[in-house]
């Protein structure tokens, strides 16, 4: 057996405010560490959560967003027509003809413009995504000058809240009904009458098609079908892929931005635990060799230091997910890179950034202490025991 | 004392120097001791004449330049730096002049340290602790911080912790060097009683001639030479 554990927490807790400074330290880059995976988190949460996997979208070749493609009225008659496609209650294609359009909306409290989502929608839109619910007022009366208008950008945007009046496309739209879309990408959107948008902005094209499948599993077939008609010149993905496509390049930029802070801000912690270490094993000379004239071997002594340290770096560890998982409370809004639109999301903590954020915070712990200690091991008994 | 008994230290042409920058100091030049089982030796001499540096090397904490040192049937001068540690974990007690109590550890805990090193099971180690640490008469101190004891007393635990793993020599640096008379009095007298009940073998370095007096035998280090009294 070797040095008890209690030895090294207690002599944590003896020089507690050391300890808590240097934990803080270390737990100030956890917390940026974890915060930043937490955003990519939420922000793939988000957007994820915004496709079915039943749904299929289908755009232009080559297009990576809505925004992008474009679906001429022949080519989506056609798609109309597969028999891939879902039938409705009331008998109809559960498909949709939909036009995406960016617009500059400012936001309420201040006039700072931002890229908002106008979707021109069809009938059935709204049954292609059971989430999302009319909140109070209406559905637009279609070939109306009516919006609807996201729950979250009600909120946020001048405008937009119910029974307001929006401008754009030379027309003045007005607010009769706020949809709940939950924590998904739409309750960042404005819904109109599809016919009425392309007519308001001089389209002649759709932005995209989506609709239904019959059978979740025909999904193979008809896109190998429908991406080799040379009528069709779309590509066809499932909707959960669509949004999961969306959100990569920004996850992926989050992380790496959290990696890269995370490592610069890490040099500095770890510097501080190591001069924290080092200061307590010259506070302990006489300690050290006392105890290795009792017996115990180099080892022991190393381990009892790293253990110190690996315990301080778990202390930080603690703070920087508690303070981090605070930031689930709030709700951040940001560019959408892929549409450059308007998208709010939160800080999502999962088990997963639980877990890597305190083997984290371990790492920086062993790297700090890790020179301190094998000072500490390689210490002469004899000179030690002199230092008294 | 058996005169027949073989001794339980044997050191044979013992030296030691320290390096010093590019200059050699020579510390011990050829010592020749024996030390019978179950003496109380005191070890005097002016400041720097070696009297620690000659203890360490019996502890087993410090490298002889040449020269042997046999405690029991165990050529200590032969053994790797762990075997040695774990060595001195069965065989040697130390009392230092400044107890080294580890701070943060109970009395308890500090006594039990050295049978840590030991396949006692806990239980076991409590029976040991709790034995060695009336023998100091500190049972009722067991959970206090050395922190929260006198210097006589941090001793006194100290003592309990050199004897708790039943060594056969206990090697003490100036043990009352740090008390006061009082204090120094009773830490003798505990160190007599191991020495005659529990039959310990008893290095003390000291300058306290009132301290020497309750050895056996008193051996004066000088110029790295040693001489009987
Ligand atoms: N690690 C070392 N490096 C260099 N010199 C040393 C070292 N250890 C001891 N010495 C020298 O060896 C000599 C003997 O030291 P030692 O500590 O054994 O003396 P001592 O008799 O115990 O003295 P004191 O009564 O003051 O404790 C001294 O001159 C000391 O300076
Ligand atoms: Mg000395």
């Given at each position: 057996m070797g040095i008890p554990y209690s030895y090294s927490f207690r002599n944590l807790w003896t020089r507690r405010l050391t300890t808590l400074l240097t934990a803080s330290g270390m737990g100030l880059v956890v917390f940026v560490f974890a915060a930043t995976l937490m955003l990519a988190e939420g922000l793939q949460q988000t957007l994820v959560q915004t496709g079915s996997p039943d749904n299929v979208v289908v755009l232009r070749k080559s297009a990576n967003s809505e925004v992008q493609s474009g679906v001429e009225r022949a080519q989506a008659a056609l798609l109309e027509s597969q028999p891939e496609v879902a039938i409705g209650p009331d008998g109809r294609p559960l498909l949709a003809k939909e036009l995406v359009v960016l617009i500059n909306l400012r936001k309420r409290g201040g006039n700072k413009p931002a890229n908002v989502v106008i979707r021109g929608v069809s009938a059935a839109s709204l049954q292609l995504r059971p989430a999302i619910g009319l909140k109070v007022g209406r559905m637009p009366r279609p070939g109306s000058v009516e919006v609807i208008a996201g729950e979250s950008l009600a909120r946020r945007f001048k405008g937009c809240g119910l029974g307001e009046t929006l401008r754009f496309g030379m027309r003045d739209w007005r607010v009769v009904g706020v949809f709940d879309a939950g924590s998904t990408g739409f309750s960042s959107e404005i819904w109109g009458d599809a016919d009425q948008m392309m007519q308001a902005f001089r389209r002649q094209v759709y932005s995209s098609v989506i609709f239904r499948l019959k059978d979740t599993n025909a999904f193979d077939a008809y896109k190998a079908r429908v991406e080799g008609d040379p009528r069709l010149t779309v590509e066809a993905k499932r909707e959960t892929r669509y949004y999961l496509d969306q959100s990569e390049a920004m996850s992926r930029f989050l992380r790496i931005l959290g990696l890269v802070l995370t490592v610069v801000f890490s040099i500095g912690a770890v510097i501080g635990a190591t001069i924290t270490m080092y200061a307590a094993v010259a506070n302990r000379v006489t300690e050290i060799g006392t105890l290795r004239a009792l017996g115990f071997q180099r080892k022991s002594i190393l381990l009892a230091f790293v253990m110190e340290a690996l315990l301080l770096g778990l202390c930080g560890g603690l703070l920087g997910v508690g303070a981090a998982s605070f930031m689930q409370l709030i709700t951040i809004s940001t560019?959408?890179?892929?549409?450059f639109s308007e998208l709010a999301f939160s800080f999502t903590l999962t088990f997963g950034i639980l877990w890597k954020s305190l083997l984290f915070s371990l790492v920086m712990g062993f790297i700090g202490g890790a020179l301190p200690a094998v000072r500490a091991s390689r210490m002469n008994i004899v000179e030690a025991l002199r230092a008294t | 004392m058996d005169a027949a008994a073989p001794p339980i230290v044997v050191i044979r042409n013992l030296t030691k120097s320290y390096r010093r920058g590019s200059q050699s100091i020579?510390?011990?030049?050829?010592i020749n001791f024996d030390i019978a089982r179950g003496e109380f030796v005191a070890l005097m001499g002016p400041s720097g004449s070696g009297k620690s540096t000659l203890l360490n090397l019996i502890a087993g904490i410090d490298s002889a330049d040449e020269g042997s040192i046999r405690i029991g049937e165990q050529e200590i001068t032969r053994l790797s730096e762990r075997e040695l540690a774990h060595w001195r974990a069965g065989h040697v007690g130390f009392i230092f002049q400044f107890y080294n109590l580890i701070p943060v550890l109970t009395a308890y805990e500090n006594v039990e340290l050295p049978l840590l090193l030991t396949t006692l099971k806990r239980r076991e180690r409590r029976e040991h602790v709790e034995a060695v640490l009336s023998v100091v008469g500190l049972a009722d101190r067991m959970d206090h911080y050395p922190s929260q004891l006198s210097g006589g007393q941090q001793q006194r635990v100290a003592i309990a912790r050199a004897i708790v793993t039943d060594p056969e020599i206990l090697v003490a640096d100036e043990p009352t060097g740090d008390l006061d008379r009082v204090s120094a009095e009773e830490i003798l007298q505990l160190m007599d009683r191991l020495v005659r009940e529990f039959k310990k073998t008893v290095i003390m370095v000291t300058h306290d001639p009132r301290a020497a007096e309750k050895a056996h035998v008193i051996r004066h280090l000088e110029k790295g030479e040693l001489s009987v009294t």
């Open positions: 560019m959408n890179w892929a549409s | 020579q510390v011990l030049s050829g």
